[in-house]
């Protein structure tokens, strides 16, 4: 293993969707592949809609039927400090990206990255929003984190931090 240690912060625009449920599939993902001790794990919004409030409650069933537990995870807003306490900033689609590289400093911008290109069978590179649909917006971004998980526990496990 190549990996030393690692942080990587996930990012989507409330926190209690998209992004607390890659929190989730990857702390599990990089737990099962040994990397538990070595990869430290979080989420942010871009936005402050729901500050302190834990993942909505279809994206918690959905992933607790796949066995990931967001139950602890509560959202949070994208800090300044998170450009220097996180190697990587993967956003889940191009608007939070877009928003992440205007706040970041210069510096900060080789972390940034969408999650969807460490996925290897992912049909686009955004992860679709499913606040506003039913329940099976929830199971494919399941599916499309899963794989985008794999992916970038390879990466590390290779040594690689970027997509």
Same mark, same amino acid.
């Given at each position: 293993?190549?990996?030393?240690? @690692?942080?990587?912060? /996930?990012?989507?625009?409330?926190?209690? @969707?998209r992004s607390p449920t890659a929190e989730g599939v990857f702390r599990r993902? %990089?737990?099962?592949?040994?990397?538990?001790?070595?990869?430290?794990?979080?989420? %942010?919004?871009?936005?402050? /809609?729901?500050?302190? $409030?834990?993942?909505?409650?279809?994206?918690?069933?959905?992933?607790?039927?796949? #066995?990931?537990?967001?139950?602890?995870?509560?959202?949070? +807003?994208?800090?300044?400090?998170? !450009? =220097? +306490? !996180?190697?990587?900033?993967?956003?889940?689609? !191009? =608007?939070?990206?877009?928003?992440?590289?205007?706040?970041?400093? &210069?510096?900060?911008? &080789?972390?940034? %990255?969408?999650?969807? =290109?460490?996925? +290897? @069978?992912? &049909?686009?590179? =955004?992860? &679709?929003?499913?606040?506003?649909? #039913?329940a099976l917006g929830f199971e494919t971004v399941l599916d499309l984190l $899963?794989? %985008?998980?794999?992916?970038?526990?390879?990466?590390?496990?290779? #040594?690689?931090?970027?997509p």
């Amino acid at each position: 293993m190549t990996v030393d240690s @690692c942080s990587v912060l /996930f990012v989507c625009m409330g926190n209690i @969707c998209r992004s607390p449920t890659a929190e989730g599939v990857f702390r599990r993902m %990089a737990a099962d592949a040994g990397l538990a001790g070595r990869v430290r794990v979080d989420s %942010a919004g871009t936005h402050a /809609f729901h500050i302190g $409030e834990p993942p909505d409650p279809r994206a918690q069933a959905a992933a607790a039927k796949r #066995g990931y537990d967001l139950s602890r995870i509560r959202a949070r +807003r994208v800090e300044h400090a998170d !450009f =220097e +306490r !996180f190697d990587l900033i993967l956003a889940m689609d !191009f =608007e939070n990206r877009a928003y992440l590289a205007r706040l970041a400093p &210069p510096a900060a911008a &080789p972390k940034l %990255a969408l999650m969807l =290109e460490y996925a +290897r @069978c992912a &049909p686009t590179l =955004e992860v &679709p929003d499913p606040y506003y649909g #039913g329940a099976l917006g929830f199971e494919t971004v399941l599916d499309l984190l $899963e794989d %985008a998980s794999r992916g970038l526990i390879a990466a590390l496990q290779a #040594g690689r931090r970027a997509p």
